[in-house]
């Protein structure tokens, strides 16, 4: 989700407004003052990762559609710094995963943090139907009943060496696909689709066969 500091004195207007696809590159990709100020009332600060990993990698890839960086300055640790970089300035923008942006047990935008909607239409304000970040909840939903691509999203993906990996970390990565999908939610993920969590489990359980041979 693109997030800027809930303080933002242009606030009001960006979520009145939106960002479509182009905003979203003007104002995270490749930026000029030109640009930026056709987006902004006021000054703008991007974090962004250290590193081309994790939400930066994924947003960027949603975005432009490939693994160009975006613009800003570098936050060094991992996601949860991105956050925490915007609550300390108050011209501060940036990305990052549901379950940062969200406070997992009330369900509601974190404290200090502020969503930009994605004009999904891109009719130039954000519409009734279009204004679903109340909760986490109502994100996850969203997500569960379309399938609009507007919004960056991602797999998660477990990278592993088959030759080398042990039965008990098979064992685990079976149960992620299995019974851990029930705590997916919970935590800000989709669950996999039933189809696809079958096929990676056969995968899986074939490995695990190899193993006692």
Same mark, same amino acid.
């Given at each position: 989700? @693109?997030?800027?500091?809930?303080?933002?004195?242009?606030?009001?207007?960006?979520?009145? /407004?939106?960002?479509?696809?182009?905003? !979203?590159? &003007?104002?995270?990709?490749?930026?000029? %003052? &030109? &640009? %930026? &100020?056709?987006?902004?009332?006021? @000054?703008?600060?991007?974090?962004?990762?250290?590193? =081309?990993?994790?939400?930066?990698?994924?947003?960027?890839?949603?975005?432009?559609?490939?693994?160009?960086?975006?613009?800003?300055?570098?936050?060094?640790?991992?996601?949860?710094?991105?956050?925490?970089?915007?609550?300390?300035?108050? =011209?501060?923008?940036?990305?990052?995963?549901?379950?940062?942006?969200? =406070? !997992?047990?009330?369900? /509601?935008?974190?404290?200090?943090?502020?969503?930009? @909607?994605?004009?999904?239409?891109?009719?130039?304000?954000?519409?009734?139907? %279009?204004?679903?970040?109340?909760?986490?909840?109502?994100?996850?939903?969203?997500?569960?009943?379309?399938?609009?691509?507007?919004? @960056?999203?991602?797999?998660?993906?477990?990278?592993?060496?088959?030759?080398?990996?042990?039965?008990?970390?098979?064992?685990?990565?079976?149960?992620?696909?299995?019974?851990?999908? %029930?705590?997916?939610?919970?935590?800000?993920?989709?669950?996999?689709? /039933?189809?696809?969590?079958?096929?990676?489990?056969?995968?899986?359980?074939?490995?695990?066969?190899?193993?006692?041979?």
């Amino acid at each position: 989700m @693109p997030i800027v500091n809930n303080k933002r004195t242009d606030l009001q207007l960006l979520q009145k /407004k939106g960002f479509t696809q182009n905003d !979203l590159k &003007k104002a995270y990709f490749n930026r000029d %003052e &030109k &640009k %930026e &100020k056709s987006l902004f009332s006021y @000054p703008v600060v991007v974090y962004k990762r250290d590193k =081309n990993v994790c939400a930066s990698r994924s947003f960027a890839e949603n975005v432009t559609g490939s693994q160009t960086d975006v613009s800003g300055i570098f936050v060094s640790g991992d996601d949860r710094a991105l956050s925490a970089a915007l609550r300390q300035d108050v =011209n501060g923008i940036s990305y990052n995963n549901l379950g940062l942006v969200y =406070n !997992l047990q009330t369900r /509601k935008v974190a404290d200090g943090i502020a969503i930009v @909607p994605i004009d999904l239409n891109e009719n130039g304000t954000i519409d009734a139907d %279009e204004n679903i970040y109340a909760t986490l909840d109502d994100v996850l939903n969203y997500f569960s009943t379309t399938d609009n691509t507007v919004i @960056p999203h991602d797999n998660v993906n477990v990278v592993f060496n088959k030759n080398t990996i042990s039965k008990n970390s098979l064992d685990f990565i079976n149960w992620i696909i299995t019974t851990g999908q %029930e705590y997916n939610r919970r935590y800000g993920f989709l669950n996999l689709d /039933k189809s696809v969590a079958a096929n990676e489990s056969q995968v899986v359980n074939g490995l695990k066969k190899d193993k006692t041979k």
